[in-house]
C-alpha cells in the first residue's frame, strides 16, 4: 500500500482486478497526497475491508471476479445501504445506464459513474474523487446522455441551450462552472435551470447537489 497523507488525509479503498492499473491507480492516488488503505482484486467481504481500512470513498470497477458481470455494482449497492457515509466512484469499460441507474437509486450523493477511458488529466479524476467525497454526484457526459435518452418526449420541450445545461447539471456540475462552459452569464444559466425545472414539473432547489439529484430522479422515472 502506497500513498502519503496529504490532501485532507483522504482514506481510499480501491478495487480493481487488472494489477497494472491498480498499481497505476495507487501510485496516482500517492501523487495527489491521498492514503490507500486497501486495495483488492475482487469485492469479497468488501463492507468489512472498507469498514476496517476506515475508507472515506471506496472506487470500484464494474467487472470483477469470479464472473466479471456486475459484482462492482453490487458490491456499490451494498456499501451504500451498510456504510452510507463512503463515497463510491464506479469506473466501468462501458456505459451501462442500468448500472448507473440502480447506483442513483437511493436518491443520496457522494456517487460517481466514470468511464476509464475517457479520465484524461490526473487533475480531472482528483476532482471527481474529491466531489464524491463531499457528498456530491459526479457521472461521466456519456452515462448522462443516455439517460437523457431514455427520456425523450419530456426533454422535447427544452431548447437547445437547454438540453446542454441540463446535461452539465446532472453532471454535477455548478452554475458558475456551466457558464464558463458555455461561455454564457451564470445569470443566463440560472434563467435556463428555471426553465427546466418549471417544464419538467420539479420543485427548484439552492442546492447544487439537490438539482442534481432532482434532475436524475427524473430522468430515471
Same mark, same amino acid.
Given at each position: 500500500?502506497?500513498?502519503?497523507?496529504?490532501?485532507?488525509?483522504?482514506?481510499?479503498?480501491?478495487?480493481?482486478?487488472?494489477?497494472?492499473?491498480?498499481?497505476?491507480?495507487?501510485?496516482?492516488?500517492?501523487?495527489?497526497?491521498?492514503?490507500?488503505?486497501?486495495?483488492?482484486?475482487?469485492?469479497? *467481504?468488501?463492507?468489512? $475491508? /472498507? &469498514? @476496517?481500512?476506515?475508507?472515506?470513498?471506496?472506487? !470500484?470497477? #464494474? +467487472?470483477?471476479?469470479?464472473?466479471?458481470?456486475?459484482?462492482?455494482?453490487?458490491?456499490?449497492?451494498?456499501?451504500?445501504?451498510?456504510?452510507?457515509?463512503?463515497?463510491?466512484?464506479?469506473?466501468?469499460?462501458?456505459?451501462?445506464?442500468?448500472?448507473?441507474?440502480?447506483?442513483?437509486?437511493?436518491?443520496?450523493?457522494?456517487?460517481?459513474?466514470?468511464?476509464?477511458?475517457?479520465?484524461?488529466?490526473?487533475?480531472?479524476?482528483? *476532482?471527481?474523487?474529491? $466531489? /464524491? &467525497? @463531499?457528498?456530491?454526484?459526479?457521472?461521466?457526459? !456519456?452515462? #448522462? +446522455?443516455?439517460?437523457?435518452?431514455?427520456?425523450?418526449?419530456?426533454?422535447?420541450?427544452?431548447?437547445?441551450?437547454?438540453?446542454?445545461?441540463?446535461?452539465?447539471?446532472?453532471?454535477?456540475?455548478?452554475?458558475?462552472?456551466?457558464?464558463?462552459?458555455?461561455?454564457?452569464?451564470?445569470?443566463?444559466?440560472?434563467?435556463?435551470?428555471?426553465?427546466?425545472?418549471?417544464?419538467?414539473?420539479?420543485?427548484?432547489?439552492?442546492?447544487?447537489?439537490?438539482?442534481?439529484?432532482?434532475?436524475?430522479?427524473?430522468?430515471?422515472?
Amino acid at each position: 500500500m502506497n500513498g502519503g497523507m496529504n490532501g485532507g488525509g483522504m482514506r481510499i479503498v480501491l478495487v480493481e482486478d487488472s494489477v497494472l492499473l491498480r498499481e497505476g491507480l495507487i501510485r496516482l492516488f500517492g501523487e495527489a497526497g491521498y492514503f490507500t488503505a486497501g486495495a483488492f482484486g475482487d469485492a469479497s *467481504d468488501i463492507i468489512d $475491508r /472498507v &469498514r @476496517a481500512a476506515r475508507a472515506d470513498v471506496a472506487i !470500484l470497477d #464494474v +467487472r470483477l471476479p469470479p464472473d466479471f458481470r456486475d459484482e462492482g455494482i453490487r458490491a456499490a449497492l451494498a456499501l451504500r445501504t451498510a456504510l452510507p457515509g463512503v463515497g463510491i466512484l464506479v469506473l466501468s469499460q462501458y456505459v451501462e445506464g442500468v448500472y448507473a441507474r440502480e447506483l442513483l437509486a437511493s436518491g443520496e450523493g457522494g456517487v460517481g459513474y466514470l468511464l476509464k477511458d475517457r479520465v484524461t488529466s490526473l487533475e480531472e479524476f482528483t *476532482d471527481a474523487v474529491e $466531489r /464524491v &467525497r @463531499a457528498g456530491g454526484t459526479v457521472l461521466d457526459p !456519456l452515462v #448522462v +446522455r443516455q439517460l437523457i435518452a431514455s427520456r425523450p418526449d419530456p426533454l422535447s420541450q427544452l431548447t437547445r441551450r437547454e438540453h446542454d445545461v441540463i446535461e452539465l447539471m446532472a453532471e454535477g456540475r455548478s452554475n458558475a462552472t456551466i457558464a464558463e462552459r458555455l461561455f454564457i452569464g451564470v445569470g443566463a444559466v440560472e434563467k435556463n435551470v428555471t426553465s427546466i425545472f418549471s417544464k419538467l414539473g420539479l420543485e427548484e432547489s439552492g442546492s447544487d447537489h439537490r438539482r442534481v439529484l432532482a434532475v436524475l430522479a427524473f430522468l430515471q422515472r
